[in-house]
T-cell receptor, first 115, second 110 residues
Framework: GAGVSQSPSNKVTEKGKDVELRCDPI?????LYWYRQSLGQGLEFLIY????????KSGLPSDRFSAERTGGSVSTLTIQRTQQEDSAVYLC?????????????FGDGTRLSIL | GQQVMQIPQYQHVQEGEDFTTYCNSS?????IQWYKQRPGGHPVFLIQ?????EVKKQKRLTFQFGEAKKNSSLHITATQTTDVGTYFC??????????FGSGTQLTVLP
């Protein structure tokens, strides 16, 4: 099973709680991306990691959102003090390298619902 | 910054009809990629075009890259219900490495 793995697949939580989403990229892929997709909408870029370089956080919508990537592999996206507008599918993708010339491989996503 | 625009946003076709989606970039692209997302699924890479004027085919799907490398199209011949989904184009951006178009949502009516 060499695909991108995300967990949990579904998460329901109350407004104001913190949530942590996990992404395990394809082994050997140096680039990792997080996107958010609301129902029927396109892909909203959140953050991008490339090797040991500083991440590109330009897409994070607020300071409640943060992400880290440990050891150049697994990544976690944390949303603090969740709000109802955070409800969406959060997709993780990885690629062999972050040059823009390699295809991205997506995980199945985490469907986040804020009550 | 670079923008990638896709039209139409939605397309409903009768099964057996053809379908085309268009992608336009504000800047010249080194390559363009196409993805398909089935309802309830995640985007799946279809193809990458690199050369000016390149045309590639995958069964009933034909992909073209414009001569100026700023536009691309995906054409599906004789659509089937299995073609239902959202088709995204994507091109390299300066910061995030791939900028995705807004997608074309295809509905195929049986």
């Amino acid at each position: 099973g060499a695909g991108v793995s995300q967990s949990p697949s579904n998460k329901v939580t109350e407004k104001g709680k913190d949530v942590e989403l996990r992404c395990d990229p394809i082994s050997g892929h140096t680039a990792l991306y997080w996107y958010r997709q609301s129902l029927g909408q396109g892909l909203e870029f959140l953050i991008y990691f490339q090797g040991n370089s500083a991440p590109d956080k330009s897409g994070l919508p607020s300071d409640r959102f943060s992400a880290e990537r440990t050891g150049g592999s697994v990544s976690t996206l944390t949303i603090q003090r969740t709000q109802q507008e955070d409800s969406a599918v959060y997709l993780c993708a990885s690629s062999l390298e972050g040059t823009g010339n390699q295809p991205q491989h997506f995980g199945d996503g985490t469907r986040l619902s804020i009550l | 910054g670079q923008q990638v625009m896709q039209i139409p946003q939605y397309q409903h076709v009768q099964e057996g009809e053809d379908f085309t989606t268009y992608c336009n970039s504000s800047t010249t692209l080194s390559n363009i990629q196409w993805y398909k997302q089935r309802p309830g699924g995640h985007p799946v890479f279809l193809i990458q075009l690199v050369k000016s004027g390149e045309v590639k085919k995958q069964k009933r799907l034909t992909f073209q890259f414009g001569e100026a490398k700023k536009n691309s199209s995906l054409h599906i011949t004789a659509t089937q219900t299995t073609d239902v989904g959202t088709y995204f184009c994507a091109g390299p951006g300066s910061a995030r490495q791939l900028t995705f178009g807004s997608g074309t949502q295809l509905t195929v009516l049986p």
